[in-house]
C-alpha cells in the first residue's frame, strides 16, 4: 500500500507536468508568435525569448518545490550570469535543463530536428534562435555564432540523460564547440538523491522522498594545454579535451 506522502508527491508531479504542458501552449500559441510577428530584429527577438523562458522556467522551479516535489541548492551559480559562456553538464533527470535556464538569462541550446518542425514547438524555437541538431560542420558553426554574439551555450555531452548504474559517455559536439570557438568551459556538476526522472522511467515513479538536487559550477577547464595538439591533430585534440572534461565531471570513473 502507497504511504500517503508518495501518493501526494505522485498527484503533484501529475500537476507539475500538466502545469508545464499549459506553460508550453501558452508559449507557442500566445507569446511567441507575437515575438515574431512585432519584433523583426533577430537579435532583439532570441534575447526577449530566451528571457521569458528564463524568468518562466524559474518560476516553475519555485512551484514545483513549493508543492513538495524537491528542493536544491547551488553553488558558485553567480558565474553562470556572465555573458558568452559555454556550459557543459552532466544529465541526470528530464528536468536538469529547466534548472540550467533558469540560471542563465540568455542560454542558447542544441534541440532536436523534430521539434523545429513540430507544431506545438516550433514557434518557441524560431524565436528562441535554438540550434537544430542536424548535424554536420554547420551545427558546430551555429554554436560558435551564438557564443560570438555572447549567447551563452548550454550543452550535455552525454547527448542524453545516461540511465542509472550505466558509464556516462561522451559526444564530441561540445569539444569541438569549445576549441573551434577558443571558449573556455564552464563546467557543472549536478546530482540528485534520491534520483528521478531518468532515461525510461514513468513520471508517477516518484522516490521515497522528494527529490534533493545540487547543481556546482566546478570552474573553467583551460584550453590552452589542448590547442596546439588540436590545430596539428583535430580527432586527437577532442578526445584529449573530451577525456579532461570527464575526468572534471565523473572523478570516480576516470582512468
Known amino acids: 500500500m502507497l504511504k500517503l506522502g508518495k501518493l501526494y508527491r ?5 500537476l507539475a507536468f500538466t502545469v508545464f504542458g499549459g506553460i508550453g501552449v501558452f508559449f507557442q500559441f500566445l507569446i511567441f508568435p507575437g515575438t515574431v510577428l512585432f519584433i523583426r530584429n533577430t537579435e532583439k527577438r ?3 525569448a530566451r528571457k521569458i523562458i528564463h524568468y518562466t522556467f ?3 522551479i519555485a512551484f514545483i518545490k513549493t508543492i513538495g ?8 551559480l553567480d558565474k553562470l550570469r556572465k555573458p558568452g559562456l559555454l556550459i557543459l553538464a552532466n544529465h541526470l533527470t528530464l528536468i536538469d535543463v529547466v534548472f540550467l535556464f533558469s540560471f542563465v538569462p540568455n542560454a542558447c541550446a542544441i534541440v532536436k530536428s523534430t521539434l523545429a518542425k513540430n507544431p506545438f514547438t516550433w514557434g518557441a524555437l524560431y524565436a528562441a534562435g535554438y540550434i537544430t541538431n542536424d548535424g554536420g560542420p554547420a551545427l558546430i558553426e551555429d554554436c560558435v555564432r551564438e557564443l560570438k554574439s555572447g549567447a551563452s551555450l548550454i550543452i550535455f555531452p552525454e547527448g ?10 561522451f559526444k564530441h559536439g561540445a569539444m569541438l564547440t569549445a576549441l573551434e570557438s577558443g571558449t573556455n568551459p564552464t563546467i557543472v556538476k549536478i546530482t540528485c538523491e534520491p534520483r528521478s526522472l531518468t532515461k525510461g522511467a514513468h513520471w508517477w515513479e516518484v522516490p521515497e522522498k522528494p527529490m534533493y538536487f545540487t547543481f556546482t559550477v566546478l570552474g573553467d ?35
Open 69 to 76: 516535489i524537491l528542493n536544491w541548492e547551488g553553488k558558485d
Open 58 to 60: 524559474a518560476a516553475f
Open 160 to 169: 542524453t540523460r545516461t540511465p542509472p548504474g550505466q558509464r556516462p559517455k
Open 46 to 48: 532570441k534575447l526577449l
Open 221 to 255: 577547464i583551460d584550453l590552452e594545454p589542448f590547442k596546439n595538439l588540436y590545430r596539428t591533430a583535430p580527432p586527437k585534440g577532442v578526445r584529449a579535451l573530451s577525456r579532461k572534461i570527464f575526468s572534471v565531471l565523473f572523478p570516480d570513473l576516470s582512468e
Open 10 to 14: 505522485i498527484a503533484a508531479t501529475g
